[in-house]
């Protein structure tokens, strides 16, 4: 059966696991929202380990944007730039897909229970597209894929097919209980990501050629996903945008479980988080969390190591050879801090016993301080603070894992890459999220221009986007694998040159 449609730019329909969905054609891009692809979290299944999706009577109507996870909107300065969309509903755990309009055969599915195997058998086209799953970010506990920002026109347009996908998020999808499972946004995702094993060839999709994309806690989560034992059964490549490898204990990354609970008056139980609202949590969680940044620190959400998802932390897993058959491309911003100190305040609030302080928990040597304080001549105490950690947080551990798996016997690629084009607005410069609009060729959207401004460089977006996609075709964005020389493409707006270990001296200095 082919992929039926009214008219020019009106209806296609296509069959997937759970049954018959239609979507609306524009400009011969395919767009299908909401579409689940797991049971709503609600009830019995709240505070549980994902369900499969029902199958459904009939054609379900997939024009719409889905629900959005229960989240509080951005405050403090950071919904200047930083924009929360809310969708009521139950059906949180839904994809967006844009796809290519010339699509192949309808995946012939007979019923809920198809196999990954009919899926390849469908797809085994010259024409099947590769598919780009993205995972958000927003510190485990804020965004959608229903922002402006993560439109996948783009990535249609040039012939990918691309889904965004939606998790739980704060206390329903990452609390540390003591009778539940931990992990459960993440949980969410390897379930979302078995979704599009079984349904990207109704898409017109190659469910053998998956690139599962994230930045910020999306990227934290895709790397304990690399990390994974079953990550080659999941997606075949990878990209982290500015998100190290990390997670904690349970003991750790409880701590905010149990200040909500406090705060709650309830115990630290399923059965007690079950039976409070989603506002009464995010009321709470608001409490609990006030002041915290994921550059000073506080009370936040990480992925918990247990003995499912995450049995290692992902940074020595991935150091010791986990994931080293995907390809990789990652990197970090210049000024990742400026995002948190800008629009806070901060830059002005920071002084030399928060140097002090981090120097002692991280065991920053006085050199290190002393070779980033010369080589920013000029730089204000708040910009050398933001330098540190910048580099301490994200940059550090990028160089570290790209160094472990070019060690590896027979590693696939990675490739590395720094935004550094500085934004005019309010002195965002290169800061944490500013690359999303160029590598999603977004920056019209009111969300890119709220970080880039309106005279953002089209031809550095145009330049990203295109690596980005010839990533997800090909494993090779571009330039030069990693090496002994550390290659980094470096996204100035400018020349975009190749560094050979930029700044090497700082990187050299941290132990």
Partial sequence: MQVETIGADAAPAVTITSGRIRGVRLAQIDRYWGVPYAAAPVGANRFAAPQPVAAHEGERDCRQMGATPPQLPYAGGMENYLSTVTVPGDEILNVNIWAPAATPAELPVSDATASAATAFEAATSDAAHPVIVWIHGGSLSRGSNAITAYDGTAFARDGVVFIGVNYRLGAEGFSV??????????????????????????????PANVTVMGESAGAICIAALLAHPDASALFD????????????PRKKSRLITDLMAKDLQIPANRAAFSAMSATRLLEAQKRVTAGTTPITGGPAYTLTLDSNLVPRNPGTA???????GIPLLIGTNTEEYRLWFIPTGLMQKVGWLHILVAMLKFRISPRTVSRYRRNRPGCSVGELFGALATDLLLRVPVNRLADARFAQPDG???????????????????????????????????????????????????????????????????????????PVRVWDGTANPLAHSPREDERASWR
């Fill in 318 to 324: 991935l150091a010791a050879g986990a994931g080293r």
């Fill in 412 to 486: 696939a690629t990675t490739h590395v890459y720094e935004f550094a084009w500085r934004s005019p607005v309010a002195d965002l410069g290169a800061c944490h999220a500013l690359e999303l609009g160029f590598v999603f060729d977004t920056l019209a959207s009111d969300d890119a221009q709220g970080m880039a401004g309106p005279t953002a460089p089209q031809q550095l977006a145009t330049d990203m986007h295109d690596a980005w996609v010839r990533f997800a075709k090909t494993g090779d964005p571009g330039w030069p694998t990693w090496n002994s020389y550390r």
């Fill in 177 to 206: 209980l003591d009778d539940a499972d931990t992990n459960l946004g993440l949980a969410d995702q390897v379930a979302a990501l078995q979704w599009v094993r079984h349904n990207a060839a109704a898409f017109g999709g190659d």
């Fill in 237 to 248: 490549r990878a990209i982290m945008q500015s998100g190290p490898p990390d997670s904690r």
